[in-house]
């Protein structure tokens, strides 16, 4: 017999979209899904699932309010479609550009975040601290200590980052599930052996 | 627009060497790896203003690549395991660069475009305000504090450490040049009499090996492990 989760998952409330809505809206600033999950009594799957269903429904309806999700939080923004007027409002502090090397390591903790700065450089080939620095300061990305060993932190990206761009979630970006996984030095070489090997047998094949 | 001569600085050495391969339409193999040495030298001599902390890295991408072409000139060198994987590792390295170098155009319009998503300014405090919370202690205070130095300090640490390890590389090759300027002969025991340290040795070795296949000097041994003597190949 398959055993249950280990967790029993508290039943859903009646009208739970609309009032984490409710709650979303009241927060003001990003609310953290440990503190929905406080309110409501439920496990965190449970609120990110409504939370993008109404993320859907908003896009959908081409809404002038869009949520913007994160690791860890979601917030009301607006609809970035939008932003020729809502600019006349509100802004953006520096609009200084990104360099290339910023926009390159942006880029990597963009899609491979939460990532250490040695894997940032690994892939790089440079010594990256002052652009990561310089990205921290403009609040691009976060830097946060690292939960598997406290020597080192992590980089991943900043809800600015997404306002600035005008995606309401990390997964929004180009071609985000094929560049986000990992592929490691070992991955590599056993695939270029498939690859090789393959070859071969293909040329057998043809003959 | 990200295919034309880059004349102006490059992202680092893997961007540099990306652009290298690019430029001659060629894959990223082992064979065009050593077609592009000779550019890839000429281009950090060319730049002497290249910043120190990044010439390190562009360095220890070059001794890699006079590896690889060393080991096309010398076959039958058996290598250790270790050794043989430079390549494979450094066409990885190159292939995932690639992806984000990519992408980083992307990312570019994206951030850059005219297409951004506000939160509501209203709750902001107007006026910030320092007030020590509850539980703010001393201890608390210094652990911030050290924390604050420990991430200076992490910095520092680590620029000493990629000068040193490569400097010496492209020293070696320019004054092996300089050196044949005036003199027409060298030897290699003589030219590694004065140093102690074992990387010396192989370093000019590897220099010797990159003059050669630039075809501007000549190796000859009177006997197996004998000393080597070098000569200036006239120009023609």
């Known amino acids: ?207 | 627009m990200s295919y034309q001569v880059k004349i102006e600085k490059f992202e680092g050495p893997l961007d540099l060497l990306l652009e290298l391969i690019e430029k001659e339409k060629l894959e990223i193999t082992e064979v065009s790896l050593s077609k592009v040495t000779d550019q890839f030298l000429a281009f950090i001599e060319q730049n002497h203003d290249i910043e120190a902390s990044f010439l390190a890295d562009f360095l220890v991408v070059a001794a890699q690549l006079l590896f690889i072409k060393s080991k096309a000139l010398l076959p039958s060198l058996e290598l250790e395991e270790e050794a043989s994987l430079t390549v494979d590792e450094l066409e990885y390295r190159l292939k995932e660069y690639k992806k984000f170098k990519e992408i980083a155009q992307e990312i570019k319009r994206i951030f850059h475009a005219p297409r951004y998503s506000f939160e509501r300014k209203f709750f902001r405090p107007k006026q910030e305000l320092f007030y020590p919370g509850e539980n703010l202690s001393l201890d608390a205070l210094k652990n911030s504090f050290e924390n604050l130095i420990q991430y200076f300090e992490e910095q520092e640490k680590l620029e000493e450490k990629s000068i040193e390890k490569t400097v010496s590389i492209s020293e070696k090759i320019t004054e092996i040049k300089s050196f044949l300027v005036k003199n027409q002969k060298l030897d290699f025991e003589l030219m590694t009499s004065e140093t102690k340290s074992k990387v010396d040795v192989v370093v000019t070795f590897l220099a010797l090996l990159e003059l050669v296949k630039q075809r501007s000097v000549k190796l000859s041994q009177e006997r197996d492990f004998g000393n080597i003597l070098i000569e200036k190949i006239k120009d023609e």
């Open chain 1, 1 to 207: 017999m398959n055993k249950k989760k280990e967790k029993e998952e508290s039943a859903i409330p009646e009208n739970f979209k609309e009032s984490l809505e409710s709650v979303i809206f009241v927060a003001g600033k990003p609310i953290q899904f440990k503190k929905i999950m406080a309110i409501f009594g439920l496990e965190k799957r449970q609120i990110v699932e409504e939370a993008e269903a109404l993320q859907a429904e908003y896009k959908e309806k081409n809404r002038g309010i869009h949520l913007l999700l994160t690791k860890d939080a979601v917030e009301m923004v607006t609809n970035p479609a939008f932003s020729k007027h809502t600019s006349q409002v509100a802004s953006f502090e520096l609009e200084e550009k990104l360099s290339d090397a910023a926009l390159e390591t942006m880029a990597i903790v963009a899609y491979r975040g939460p990532i250490t700065r040695a894997e940032i450089e690994l892939i790089r080939g440079v010594n990256s601290v002052y652009t990561l620095r310089n990205l921290s300061v403009r609040g691009l990305v976060l830097k946060k200590p690292n939960p598997d060993d406290a020597r080192m932190s992590i980089y991943e990206v900043s809800e600015k980052f997404l306002k600035h761009s005008g995606l309401m979630h990390e997964t929004d970006l180009p071609n985000f599930s094929e560049l986000s996984k990992k592929t490691t030095f070992e991955e590599y070489l056993d695939q270029k052996e498939k690859d090789s090997q393959k070859q071969i047998l293909d040329s057998v094949n043809r003959e």
